[in-house]
C-alpha cells in the first residue's frame, strides 16, 4: 500500500503520466481511519441485532426483514441530498461529519429502545446518517486522488473500513463472552468508538477541492446527472433488486449449521476479513481492466453466494467459502462502484452522482429485504435462495448490455 500524507492541493489537476505508481492521498487515509472507527462501532451493533431481534425481543423473520430493508433502503433518503449538498456548499467534510454524528447518537439510543417500534426508529436514524454522509466521503476521496489510481484509492479506504468491519463483532463477541445477554454493553462501547470517528474527521480531515469548473451545481443541474447516468442506475437496479442482505445470509447459515449457529457473531468478521484481503487487489484491477467488468464479476460471485448458502448440511469448510465469497462480493463492488461513477459525471456534480447511484442501489435492496423476508416464509431459505440466483443469472446480461462501452465514452 502506497501513501503520500500530502494531498494534490485543491484545483491542481493530476500528473502526467509516469513511470512511478501514483500514490493514495492522505486524505484518504484519514478518511479511512474514520470510517474504520465508524465500522467498529456499526459491525459491533449489526453483528449482534439479528439474534437481538429474533431470540431476545422474539420478532418473527419478517419483521426482521422489514428493520434489515430499512437498514439496506432507508439512507436513500438523504443521499442525493448529501451529496448534492457537498456539492452546491463545497464544504463536503461537514455534510459527512453531521452524518457521522447523527449514525453516533443512534448508537446510545439503543439503550432503551426495547420495542419495534423503537428499535426501526433507531435503525432509521443511524441508516439517514449513513445516507448522509456517504457521498460527500467518497466525493472526498475521488476529488483527493488522480483518476488513475482512484479504484485503488477507493480499495485503500475500504480496506481500513473493512478492518473495523471485522474488528466490531470480534469486540461484541467478546463483550457478550464476558456479559452473557449485555447487549447494553455493546451499545454503549458502540457509542463510544462512534464518537472518536467523528472527532477524527472534526479535527483533522481537510476540507477542500478543486473548484467545480463550471461554477456551482443547481437543481436542475442534478437532474442532468441522472440522465447522465441513466443506463448505469438502471443496471444498478435491476441487480440491487436481486441482492440479498448479509443478515439473511447468516442467519440461513445458522438454520443449517452448528458452526454458523455457535459462532454467529463472527460470522461477520469472516467476510470482513475476505473483504480485507480483496479490496485493493480489486480496486487495482477494476482500474487496469475496467470498473464496470469489476463489478459485473461481482455478482457473478453473489450468483455462488447464495448456491453455497443453499446447500443442505455439509459442514463448517462451505459455511467458511460463502463467507470468502461475500467479502469478494463486497470488494468487488461497493467502492468500484464510486470509482465507476466518478469518472461518468463533472467534477462539479461527482458527490450528486455518486449519490444517484448509491440511491438506487439503497433503494433496490431495500425492496430485495423486504421481499426476501417474504419469501423466506412462503419457501424456506433453500429455495429462496436458489430463486433469487436463478433471477440474477438472467439479469446479468442485461446488466452487460446497460454498462458495456460506459467508461470508453467517458
Known amino acids: 500500500m502506497y501513501v503520500s500524507v500530502r494531498d494534490r492541493p485543491a484545483g491542481d489537476q493530476p500528473d502526467a503520466p509516469t513511470g512511478r505508481r501514483k500514490k493514495v492521498a492522505g486524505t484518504v487515509v484519514l478518511l479511512g481511519i474514520v470510517s474504520l472507527l465508524t465500522d467498529v462501532s456499526s459491525e459491533m451493533v449489526n453483528a449482534v441485532l439479528p439474534l437481538y431481534l429474533t431470540a431476545t425481543l422474539g420478532l418473527a423473520v419478517l419483521a426482521y426483514g422489514f428493520i434489515d430493508g430499512i437498514y439496506q433502503g432507508v439512507s436513500a433518503l438523504v443521499r442525493i441530498a448529501g451529496g448534492y449538498l457537498g456539492d452546491r456548499n463545497e464544504r463536503p467534510k461537514w455534510v459527512a461529519a453531521a452524518g457521522y454524528g447523527i449514525s453516533a447518537v443512534s448508537r446510545i439510543a439503543m439503550l432503551p429502545a426495547a420495542g419495534w417500534v423503537a428499535v426501526t426508529g433507531v435503525v432509521t436514524a443511524d441508516r439517514l446518517g449513513k445516507g448522509l454522509r456517504t457521498a ?45 445477554g449485555g447487549y447494553d454493553s455493546v451499545w454503549v462501547v458502540s457509542f463510544a468508538f462512534a464518537i472518536v470517528g467523528v472527532a477524527v474527521i472534526v479535527l483533522l480531515v481537510p476540507d477542500r477541492r478543486p473548484a467545480p469548473s463550471g461554477g456551482k451545481p443547481a437543481p436542475r443541474d442534478l437532474l442532468r446527472t441522472m440522465v447522465l447516468l441513466r443506463r448505469p442506475l438502471i443496471a444498478c437496479g435491476l441487480l440491487g433488486i436481486l441482492t440479498v442482505g448479509d443478515g439473511f445470509m447468516y442467519l440461513s447459515l445458522q438454520h443449517r449449521d452448528d458452526f454458523a449457529a455457535r459462532w454467529f457473531p463472527l460470522l461477520y468478521v469472516g467476510s470482513n476479513v475476505a473483504y480485507l484481503v480483496l479490496a485493493v487487489p480489486l480496486g487495482r484491477l477494476a482500474d487496469r481492466i475496467g470498473r464496470a467488468k469489476v463489478f459485473l464479476g461481482g455478482h457473478v460471485v453473489l450468483v455462488a453466494v447464495y448456491l453455497t448458502a443453499a446447500l443442505p448440511s455439509v459442514g463448517t469448510a462451505w459455511t467458511l467459502v460463502t463467507l470468502l465469497l461475500v467479502g469478494a462480493f463486497y470488494a468487488a463492488t461497493d467502492g468500484v462502484l464510486a470509482a465507476f461513477v466518478s469518472r461518468l459525471v463533472p467534477d462539479g456534480a461527482r458527490g450528486s452522482g455518486i449519490a444517484a447511484a448509491q440511491t438506487v442501489v439503497a433503494v433496490a435492496r431495500f425492496g430485495s429485504s423486504v421481499g426476501f423476508g417474504a419469501l423466506w416464509l412462503a419457501m424456506g431459505p433453500s429455495s429462496a435462495l436458489l430463486l433469487v440466483a436463478g433471477l440474477l443469472t438472467v439479469v446479468l446480461p442485461v446488466a452487460w448490455w446497460l454498462l458495456r462501452n460506459t467508461e470508453a465514452a467517458a
Do not use: K, N
Open 136 to 180: 460527500p466521503r467518497d466525493a472526498l476521496i475521488a476529488d483527493a486522488s488522480d483518476p488513475e489510481v482512484r479504484g485503488r484509492a477507493f480499495g485503500v479506504h475500504r480496506t481500513l473500513d473493512t478492518v473495523g468491519a471485522a474488528l466490531g463483532p470480534l469486540v461484541a463477541f467478546a463483550l457478550l463472552w464476558a456479559v452473557p
